[in-house]
């Protein structure tokens, strides 16, 4: 019997080469599973296939949309600026679809820094496409720059702060809020840091919680994960809408 609510967690596409070639894989970093296997849940690597979407919403209790490239601007009706990077449209496609599926069915969701682009996207948002000294890859464990964290919302109930400082890593940043998204955290030179859904259980944020040691924050977030399991109904129960 299942003991642990399984989380399906969005992973990166890369070229691994070996000594006769090179090959396509699909992959996570550790500090995803490790911490929500830590938090209590069981991490399962979902793939970017359509044909695996109502599966994959069958299996799982919850999400971790996590970072990687540039959404392309295509998905929100933008150009491509000069400073965007390559995108992976079959991981875009895929998990734009995921996003809109898991929130008609209620399923929690955790949105990390391109996740929280994507969310955004999703939901009729655009984004920046460029945020000048708002990456720091050279820096991913500590917290760089401040956010202020809005009161009265999900976010500051989870953290239980008003600020905190955190380690964006992505040059883009969320623009105008996608449907029924609220703002729920700023930088301190105005730029939105995170966001949560008013009717759905779904976080978002614009840094890498997972990456920073010196803080509580990745463990907070992903308590708030795994408890909002246990306020929805099961996959079992889900089986209907799915397959609708």
């Not at 990077?85 to 391109?114: K, M, N, Q, W, Y």
């Not at 945020?131 to 760089?144: D, K, L, Q, T, Y």
């Not at 976080?203 to 919680?209: C, D, F, T």
Request: net charge negative; with cysteine.
């Amino acid at each position: 019997m299942k003991t642990r609510p399984v989380v399906g967690i969005t992973g990166f596409h890369a070229h691994w080469t070996y000594p006769h070639g090179a090959d396509l894989f699909t992959g996570v970093e550790r500090v995803y599973t490790d911490g929500i296997a830590n938090a209590g849940g069981m991490p399962v690597l979902l793939m970017s296939n359509p044909s695996t979407l109502d599966d994959a919403l069958g299996m799982v209790d919850a999400l971790v949309l996590t970072g990687g490239a540039d959404v392309d601007p295509i998905h929100y009706g933008h150009g491509r600026a000069l400073h965007t990077g390559d995108s992976d449209p079959e991981r875009d496609h895929f998990e734009i679809s995921l996003v809109r599926r898991a929130l008609d069915l209620g399923i929690p969701t955790l949105a990390i820094c391109r996740g929280h682009q994507l969310v955004n996207v999703a939901l009729g948002g655009h984004l920046h496409q460029h945020v000048e000294g708002h990456e720091g890859n050279e820096r991913p464990a500590a917290g760089f720059h401040s956010i202020e964290i809005c009161a009265g919302t999900i976010l500051r109930q989870v953290l239980a702060r008003d600020h905190a400082e955190v380690n964006s890593l992505h040059h883009q940043a969320v623009a105008e809020p996608g449907e029924s998204l609220v703002v729920t955290a700023r930088s301190t030179d105005g730029y939105i840091e995170a966001t949560e859904h008013a009717e759905r259980p779904l976080l978002s944020v614009q840094w890498h919680p997972e990456r920073q040691k010196d803080s509580p924050v990745w463990e907070e977030l992903l308590g708030w994960l795994i408890s909002e399991t246990t306020r929805v109904a099961g996959p079992g129960a889900r089986e209907s809408v799915i397959g609708s």
